[in-house]
């Protein structure tokens, strides 16, 4: 394995899930739903594969998902697109991201990441040959993340060549603000950086908006917006996504793009297309599913004995086990949130995950857990009773 990838071994989502399958545990920890998306996206998808809709679409592509992208930019953020040269769809956000670093960073520069970061991020970075730039975000008194300005103003330098933004934030359920945002953008433009921001929890605010960072001044021209289909339909794994900003930036992407995977999936091209055109109903029931998802979760944490955080929106929420470390490590044991999630399967069959191992900056997090509530209610349900029973 080449020296620039050898700090990253399996991923946490990997390592818990398989844990959740082997001891037949409650997953509140990778992100995905146990819940299928609309109906008619699924028909959908199924009527492509029989009208024959199964070799390589477009690399870009599919017109109509383009076209569909870009009218969903245009009806939530009024951000007018050109679905032929501002539009690419990608295997996911993870390629979006991945194509973009590698298409806009040279060796040796500088990408700001707010951290925790999501793991894909620090290994795409990696491949580029570039650095991660960690602003730490911890908990202010009402448990919402949140960065120390100093902190944040002294990652932009001279080597800065991209931030890599992601709001509504996995792991810590911020929603950035309207300040926040701001700040992001005046600093962006007083060093002439590219933004890169990962939206893909753009329909799961739970309270508060959606800003897009490309809506702020001078920003347009500098701004990839990232998109995915997994989240706010609920099929991750149809990995479908997509990256919208200037011409020039989307070609760049679309030149690496095409050298990572070519295209994606063609029966779930069309039936996306047709989900992104869903009336607001949908979108705004299901945001109000999973507030309702939220304030199970955290009710049950807090009955439980966990120190639960604020989240805005993702469906993950953020909990500080100190106070359950003796039940699930024993009497004065350290609290290690890693050592703690490895341990709870079979401790009470849940699997979480350790907010440590998002972290670049060293001995932040550790006593954090992050738990999904994307799940079906008698799924979390049954999560909380096993956790209320470890007093
Ligand atoms: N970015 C973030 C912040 C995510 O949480 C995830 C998935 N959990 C992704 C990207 C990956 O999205 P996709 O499955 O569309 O590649
Ligand atoms: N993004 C999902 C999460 O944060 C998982 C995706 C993955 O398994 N890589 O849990």
């Keep these: 394995l080449v020296r620039r990838m050898r700090g990253f071994g399996t991923t946490i989502f990997a390592e818990m899930s398989a844990l959740a399958t082997a001891t037949g545990a409650v997953n509140l920890g990778q992100g995905f739903p146990d819940f299928d998306g609309p109906a008619v996206m699924l028909e959908a998808a199924r009527q492509a594969i029989s009208d024959g809709l199964n070799q390589y679409p477009p690399g870009p592509g599919t017109p109509q998902l383009r076209e569909a992208v870009a009218a969903h930019q245009q009806r939530w953020y009024g951000i ?3 679905p032929v040269t501002e539009v690419v769809v990608t295997a996911g956000a993870t390629e979006a991201v991945t194509a973009a670093v590698l298409a806009l960073c040279e060796a040796g520069d500088e990408v700001v990441v707010l951290d925790p970061l999501y793991d ?3 290994a795409s970075v990696a491949l580029a040959g570039a650095v991660v730039r960690a602003v ?13 300005e100093a902190e944040l103003r002294a990652a932009f330098g001279p080597r800065t060549r991209m931030l890599l933004l992601n709001s509504p934030h996995n792991p810590t359920g911020t929603v950035l603000g ?7 953008a005046a600093l962006c433009v007083e060093h002439d950086v590219w933004a890169v921001c990962d939206e893909v929890y753009e329909h799961l605010v739970l309270d508060g908006e959606h800003l897009p960072l490309a809506t702020f001044p001078g920003m347009a021209g500098r701004t990839l917006q990232v998109g995915s289909a997994g989240k706010t339909f609920s099929c991750t794994g149809w990995k479908v996504g997509w990256v919208c900003g200037p011409a020039p930036l989307v070609a760049a992407v679309l030149r690496v793009k095409q050298y990572l995977t070519f295209t994606g999936g063609s029966p779930f091209q069309p039936a996306v297309a047709l989900a992104l055109g869903l009336e607001d109903a949908f979108f705004d029931g ?38 359950v470390v003796p039940a699930v490590l024993g009497e004065g044991a350290e609290v290690d949130g890693l050592a703690f999630c490895r341990a709870l399967p079979e401790r009470c069959g849940v699997v979480a995950v350790p907010v440590q191992v998002f972290y670049a900056t060293p001995g932040e997090g550790r006593h954090l857990v992050r738990f999904t509530f994307g799940k079906r209610d008698e799924v979390l349900d049954e999560g909380v009773r096993r956790l209320a029973a470890l007093r």
Aim: charged share 25%; proline share 5%.
């Design 178 to 184: 309207r300040e926040e945002l701001a700040l992001l």
């Design 136 to 148: 730490p975000l911890r908990p202010d008194e009402g448990g919402r993340f949140v960065w120390d």
């Design 120 to 122: 894909s991020y620090a």
């Design 286 to 323: 299901f945001a109000a599913d999973m507030r309702g998802k939220r304030d199970r979760l955290s009710a049950g944490l807090a009955v439980a004995g966990f120190g639960v955080g604020t989240s805005q929106g993702t469906y993950f929420l953020v909990a500080d086990v100190t106070p």
């Design 80 to 82: 007018a697109y050109d």
